[in-house]
């Protein structure tokens, strides 16, 4: 592999990582704070990505106003959810929250193929995203550079949000224990529902990027990625969310480059994409930024 | 707090009920085309499985065009009212053959139709093969489909020749150096990589020309790392399905590919088009049928007819989803019952059918001999280039 190749790579592996990191973000906060997998993430993802399309091809928006507006739409799905498939169970079992879960995936999907038809769509990227840049030997579409700076922003934004704001640090707070937080007089059901939009408008906002990255939308789409960004939560010990970005990028990196190096190995990569991850939960269980946490009493 | 409690719990049943029903959701609603045919005991079902949604919802909803125009023109057979039944088999080799059980043992199909895809039709075929209920493909071109199956048949060719027409193609061309990127979880796609890889070593003597063979996987999207390593070729072949194909030669072109796409008959879909957009155009892939080179009697009516329909020129899946269904009803005409075994070797005695896409003889694999197309993507529309004789 050639220098100019492997920055190509290095491009492709970092946009890709950024993508899996916005998503896995999303699993990683509702976790920290009601330790549930929300498995119907990936489907949060598909919808954002389908109500940017819409906004677009069937209300003729213009792409800024499209993809901000899919974002809030999005997240006040994700709000909903939360507030009919998730707090009424909130007191029960985890494994009913869990199921419940499911059936919201499940749920989403089979709306999705009603309602946006099972074949699928072209999403237009806007024009600014379709020029070639030339590195060397290698080229990369602007839209590349364009998914790891927007990532980036809202990495930071995110960042901002948790650990300098009120509602940030009421977040922190019920990740180490809802009724005592609930108890200092916090409203807990309005933190956990911000906490729910936030990581919808992100799951949308990455469902967008998808989208732009590979141009092609359909109601399975957030499947893989909400399977892969699961597991870069896992990756960077779930419930942390510097992990959760670290373990991203990590995936994403090493799957592209899995490929490169070994393209005998192509058609395996998700294979040896698990092995590290095997690898890493057994000789690191908790994740790479994961702390050991005292079972709580 | 009780009443509470138990709404509480009434909800999550609720929503337990909604996720079995949403998880078989497609299968149990089998959108059925009966339009006023009455519910009688007199009534021949005939079933079809076919992927409505996933990944291949293209090619089946494709073929369904045709099934249903077909289905229209042809209701009836020995005076009696034949009742459709499509189940959705969700382009998943597991759903396959759960839909192939449903429509044997609950819908009491005596003859099936489909599936496109070849993984779906191999794991279909398993269940109907031990029922004892006749299967007539329509466009599963992997030669496993019918190869050992007393009661699996298609109105296509099969992959050996379909791979021989592309690297005659290329051969033709004069391409030198070609690249080979496959779906390594789809059986259809593997075997066309293996049988291009052979003709193309029949035609030139060696694999030289043949600089790279990589794979991917069912739901992969990004094929950057392994286009990294082909760009210099001056082909691509990639038998895969559209959807792949259109992402693969978007992401080929913007890495800075000048080279030809080569495909096969699974590209036929006009998402190639909308998804691949400009990155398409030029790319050349074997098929099964063109309206602009119809071949006999029947061709005529047929587009004439689908196209006052669907207001659109029928593609080679609707075109093979008529000319199954068709090769159905006229297997139970010629048996003189609905009994599945009779069918079954009526089916296999087929000869000289003229079907819309050809004339069709059941050989004794149970495939039929059939030609070839060569089409090209220009302007954003499949373009006829060429004919191929097996």
Not at chain 1, 16 to 32: D, E, K, N
Not at chain 1, 190 to 198: A, G, K, P, Q, V
Not at chain 2, 71 to 96: C, H, W
Request: include cysteine.
């Amino acid at each position: 592999m050639t220098f100019d190749q492997f920055i190509q790579n290095l491009a492709n592996g970092i946009s890709l990582g950024s993508l899996y990191a916005l998503i896995a973000i999303g699993y990683t906060m509702v976790y920290g704070i009601l330790r549930l997998i929300n498995f119907a993430h990936g489907d949060i993802v598909m919808l954002g990505a389908y109500v940017a399309f819409y906004g677009v091809v069937m209300f003729m928006l213009p792409w800024w106003v499209a993809f901000p507006l899919a974002i809030i739409l999005t997240a006040g799905i994700g709000v909903i959810i939360e507030r009919a498939a998730y707090r009424p169970l909130r007191s029960f079992p985890r494994i009913n929250l869990f199921t419940s879960a499911v059936a919201v995936s499940f749920l989403l999907e089979n709306l999705g193929n009603v309602i946006f038809g099972g074949r699928p769509k072209a999403f237009e990227r806007p024009a600014f995203m379709d020029i070639a840049l030339q590195i060397g030997e290698a080229s990369v579409l602007s839209y590349t550079p364009i998914i790891i700076v927007t990532a980036a922003i809202l990495f930071a934004i995110l960042i901002y949000i948790v650990n300098r704001t009120k509602v940030g640090m009421a977040m922190r707070a019920l990740s180490k224990d809802i009724e005592t937080t609930g108890l200092m007089g916090i409203n807990t059901d309005r933190i956990i529902m911000f906490s729910f939009m936030l990581g919808s408008a992100l799951a949308a906002a990455g469902g967008i990027l998808w989208a732009i990255k590979f141009p092609q939308i359909n109601p399975l789409m957030g499947v893989m990625p909400g399977l892969k960004a699961f597991i870069a939560a896992v990756l960077g010990g779930i419930g942390n969310i510097t992990g959760a970005m670290l373990g991203g990028f990590l995936l994403g990196v090493v799957e592209i480059m899995i490929v490169a190096f070994f393209p005998d190995l192509s058609g395996y990569r998700d294979a040896f994409a698990y092995v590290i991850l095997i690898l890493l939960l057994l000789f690191r269980p908790t994740g790479i930024m994961g702390e050991v946490q005292a079972e709580k009493v | 707090m009780l009443p509470k409690k138990i709404t509480l719990n009434l909800f999550s049943i609720i929503l337990l009920i909604a996720l079995m029903l949403s998880a078989c959701a497609p299968a149990a609603t089998p959108a059925v085309n009966s339009g006023d045919v009455p519910e009688t005991g007199d009534t021949i079902v005939i079933g079809v499985y076919e992927p409505m949604t996933g990944s291949q919802a293209a090619g089946g909803q494709q073929t369904m065009q045709g099934v249903n125009l077909a289905y229209e023109q042809k209701g009836t057979v020995l005076g009696r009212p034949i009742k459709m039944v499509l189940v959705d088999n969700r382009s998943d080799k597991a759903e396959s053959a759960t839909a192939m059980t449903r429509l044997i043992e609950y819908e009491k199909a005596v003859a099936i139709v489909g599936s496109y895809g070849s993984s779906n039709s191999m794991a279909g075929g398993e269940v109907s093969e031990a029922a004892g209920i006749p299967v007539m493909g329509c466009s599963p071109t992997n030669p496993l489909v019918t190869e050992g199956k007393q009661f699996y048949f298609r109105a296509c060719f099969i992959d050996p020749f379909q791979g021989r027409v592309m690297a005659k193609y290329a051969f033709e061309k004069d391409i030198k150096k070609i690249a080979i990127i496959k779906n390594i979880s789809q059986d259809y796609s593997v075997g066309l990589a293996a049988f291009f890889r052979t003709s193309w070593k029949e035609l030139t003597g060696s694999e030289d020309g043949i600089v790279a063979d990589v794979n991917y996987q069912d739901g992969d999207q990004d094929f950057t790392a392994q286009l990294g390593a082909i760009k210099d070729a001056e082909a691509i072949y990639a038998p895969g399905y559209f959807g792949d194909a259109a992402l693969l030669m978007k992401q080929a072109r913007e890495m800075g590919f000048k080279g030809l796409f080569m495909g096969s008959d699974a590209w036929e879909a006009p998402e190639l088009i909308s998804i691949g957009g400009s990155a398409a155009e030029g790319a050349v892939f074997s098929s099964h049928y063109s309206a602009e080179a119809a071949t006999t009697a029947a061709s005529k009516p047929f587009v004439d007819a689908f196209t006052a329909k669907y207001n659109e020129t029928p593609s080679a899946m609707a075109a093979l989803g008529y000319d199954a269904y068709m090769l159905v009803v006229d297997a139970i005409e010629r048996a003189n019952s609905a009994d599945p075994k009779a069918i079954r070797d009526a089916m296999a005695a087929t000869k000289d059918y003229q079907g819309v896409t050809g004339s069709i003889t059941i050989n004794e694999t149970g495939d039929a001999v059939k030609d070839a197309v060569v089409l090209e993507v220009k302007d954003g529309m499949f373009k006829y280039l060429s004919t191929v004789k097996p």
